[in-house]
């Protein structure tokens, strides 16, 4: 990494090189500031140009230095636009492919700014909770305007450079050779003596700024609810419409800070952190060659075969379901249509591209077909026995190298893989329902998996845009062994005193997408009955309330038969209070015994997220989970955890895991439920003691 300093005639060029995306790490800020004043000390130079090497103008912050001295050690970002701003020869910006962040920022303190077309422009801090803190808020909308301003900085979503081709942050577009172009542009200036323009002096032009903004003020705290990120970042531009320029700084500056602290800015550098903290592998280096993924298979087009098949037809990677019946692959194919034909109809895919993604699917009851697929993805019944037949089927028609993944949500991977003479290729990739749709990717690593094997499917995940989990095996995963306890929990609450809505009205409250009981209604009642009914023969131990099993005895399975513990009107998907079942669970509790007690909507939170707590720490500590950001990254993406709390071993950490250890010892206490539960995980309770963090 460098920042070359190069004479071309009387221009002095600064390269920024720090890939990939020359972030602005402590190495290039000095280079930076020490190219400036070379170029002073020279004679010769009439002006200055900065350009970005490769990829990028500059992506902003260098995200590996964040949470580090060398974040904030000098040159910090502002002495660096100081520098630019008062150097005696006019800087020009020459922008290609990326400039967002500080990287902007720096553009914005130079004196002029020339850009090819098709570059990305942002200011993209609201992403993570925060403002932009170098004079972002301040200068921006003096070049583009108040609402361009406003739009870019609230949202964080980049603009293309050509839509903001008639704006003042740009003085020329450059069509061909950037660094030629640029040249000649600060010849010109030189030549014609132009001034040294500052963004700094311009006027903010707009008919009625404090009026526009004190209505998008309204606007963006009704849409931004939880995060406080977006009202600061309207605060911070109407300190640029009334305030003279160093104090909208200085507002600026005082804005962020206090961002920085807030927990809903932690939980989003932490999520943003996380999911790049996932796909390295301790043990498998980042350089172990993958195997290609060319070819696709799926056994099984039912629920989760055809949503999974849509994820390899939507990279562009063809894929055969195979079925036993005709009638079952028909419907599953089917199915695959009519999801297509429903995204396209809304408007979010052309029919051209849905033509290419079906073309890409084929249907087969002949395991021949897929023998030279890289890899098949099982997602048949979750059934031992039915799992034996395929895996021993696919043993002796696939080739050799190809991966075989199961989908299973229960069983052992490890039994799965033995049932195959090559366990080395056999992983699991728990995808979750609708398999298209979202996020997580739990891929499951065997004893024998193969590390190629692993790198090559969490390559995948990022593939079919997914977010690859690693978990180890055991009863559950990391997402569901989890979700057990909570729902455990849900089930208690509602024993001792809560109706079921109760408790969803106050994880709804705390920023669950859905309450326990709507989630339970949606994915099937049924579901957990069985494991339930699994678990009282293997755990006979483990203490369940089992008023949900009485809902199920009455045939009521959740949306799908009209009712589960709420009821449902025809065709609609609206959760409707049963007095049916708030009169099942009062005589539940009479008939255990249970004095039923008005509960409390942070008894209800805390012991529900405080349960997937505790067991995600045992998660951890047994090695099935390899960090705890991991575990949040598994909630955030797959269950419905609310992204500003940061997964819940994030939440753990904020509340202090000292005060989370006296609360499970306080719910020890009570004489309903499972108190050896609330016995703190080892892990937990050393942290607690040390006054640490799962997080680090
Ligand atoms: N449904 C979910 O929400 C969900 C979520 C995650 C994982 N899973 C897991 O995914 C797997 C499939 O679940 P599902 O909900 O899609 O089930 P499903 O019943 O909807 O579909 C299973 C399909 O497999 C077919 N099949 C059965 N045996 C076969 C064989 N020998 N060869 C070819 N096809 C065969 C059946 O005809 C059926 O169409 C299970 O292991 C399940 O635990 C399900």
Not at 120 to 126: D, G, K, M, N
Not at 406 to 432: C, E, M, W, Y
Request: positive net charge.
């Amino acid at each position: 990494m460098s920042a070359p300093y190069a004479l071309h005639g009387n221009i002095a060029v600064i390269t920024l090189d720090n890939p990939p995306v020359n972030g602005l790490g402590h190495a290039l800020r000095t280079a930076i500031v020490n190219g400036i004043n070379a170029a002073q000390d020279d004679a010769a130079v009439g002006a200055i140009v900065l350009i970005g090497a490769g990829k990028a103008f500059s992506g902003g912050a260098d995200i590996r230095e964040f949470n580090t001295p060398k974040a904030l050690a000098e040159p910090a970002l502002n002495t660096v636009l100081r520098t630019v701003e008062s150097s005696t020869r006019p800087v020009i910006a020459a922008i290609h492919t990326v400039a967002m962040g500080g990287g902007l920022e720096l553009a914005l303190s130079c004196h002029y700014r020339v850009a090819v077309p098709g570059a990305q422009i942002a200011l993209p801090e609201v992403k993570l909770g925060l403002l932009p803190g170098a004079g972002g808020t301040q200068r921006l909308p003096r070049v583009v305007g108040l609402e361009t301003a406003l739009n870019m900085i609230v949202s964080g979503a980049p603009v293309m450079s050509e839509k903001l081709a008639k704006t003042q942050l740009f003085d020329q577009m450059i069509d061909g050779d950037l660094l030629q172009g640029a040249i000649a542009f600060a010849q010109k200036v030189v030549a014609e003596k132009q001034p040294l323009k500052l963004v700094r002096n311009l006027k903010i032009d707009h008919p009625n700024p404090e009026g526009f903004l004190k209505f998008a003020l309204n606007t963006v705290m009704t849409v931004a609810k939880n995060y406080p990120a977006p009202p600061a970042c309207v605060e911070a531009l109407q300190a640029a419409v009334t305030l003279p320029f160093e104090q909208g700084l200085a507002k600026e500056r005082e804005l962020f800070l206090k961002l920085v602290q807030t927990p809903e800015s932690r939980a989003l550098r932490h999520a943003f952190f996380a999911e790049r903290a996932a796909s390295k592998i301790p043990d498998v280096p980042d350089d172990t060659p993958l195997r290609a993924i060319k070819k696709a298979a799926v056994i099984g087009a039912g629920t989760m075969g055809g949503g999974i098949a849509m994820n390899f037809a939507n990279a562009g990677i063809p894929v055969t379901m195979v079925e036993m019946k005709q009638d079952a692959l028909e419907k599953g194919l089917g199915i695959v249509t009519k999801n297509y034909e429903s995204t396209a109809k809304k408007g979010r895919l052309t029919p051209e591209k849905m033509q290419q993604r079906l073309a890409l699917i084929k249907g087969s009851m002949n395991y021949a077909d897929i023998a030279d697929a890289d890899i098949v993805i099982e997602a048949v019944f979750e059934d031992m026995g039915v799992k034996e037949q395929v895996f021993k089927k696919l043993d002796e028609t696939m080739k050799p190298g190809a991966i075989l993944a199961s989908n299973t949500s229960t069983l052992d991977v490890d039994q799965i893989a033995s049932f195959t003479k090559r366990p080395q290729d056999v992983i699991g990739t728990h995808f979750f329902s609708p398999a298209n749709v979202m996020k997580l990717l739990e891929i499951v690593r065997g004893k024998a998996t193969a590390k190629d094997a692993l790198a090559t499917t969490m390559k995948l995940s990022k593939t079919i845009k997914k977010t690859g989990v690693v978990s180890g095996v055991c009863d559950g995963f990391i997402g569901n062994r989890m979700l057990e306890q909570y729902l455990r929990q849900a089930m208690f609450l509602v024993e001792e005193g809560a109706l079921p809505w109760d408790v969803d009205r106050a994880m709804e409250k705390f920023g669950m997408a859905m309450g326990p009981f709507r989630m339970s209604d949606m994915a099937g009642l049924d579901v957990g009955w069985y494991i339930r009914k699994r678990r009282y023969a293997e755990k006979p131990n483990m203490v369940y309330s089992r008023w949900v099993d009485r809902i199920c005895e009455m045939g009521r399975y959740g949306q799908k038969t009209g009712a589960g513990v709420y009821r449902y009107e025809a065709g609609k998907r609206d959760a409707i209070p049963d007095p049916a079942i708030a009169d099942l669970v009062v005589n539940y509790s009479k008939e255990t015994g249970v004095t039923r007690r008005k509960v409390g909507d942070d008894e209800i939170v805390h012991r529900c997220v405080y349960a997937l707590v505790n067991e995600g720490a045992k998660i951890l500590e047994e090695g099935i989970a390899m960090r705890a950001s991991d575990i949040d990254l598994v909630y955030l993406t797959g269950y419905g955890f609310p992204l500003y709390r940061g997964g819940p071993m994030q939440y753990a950490d904020q509340q202090g895991l000292v005060n989370v250890v006296a609360a499970m010892r306080r719910f020890a206490k009570n004489p309903h439920g499972d108190q050896q539960f609330w016995e703190p995980a080892p892990l937990l309770a050393k942290l607690a003691a040390e006054g640490k963090t799962f997080n680090g």
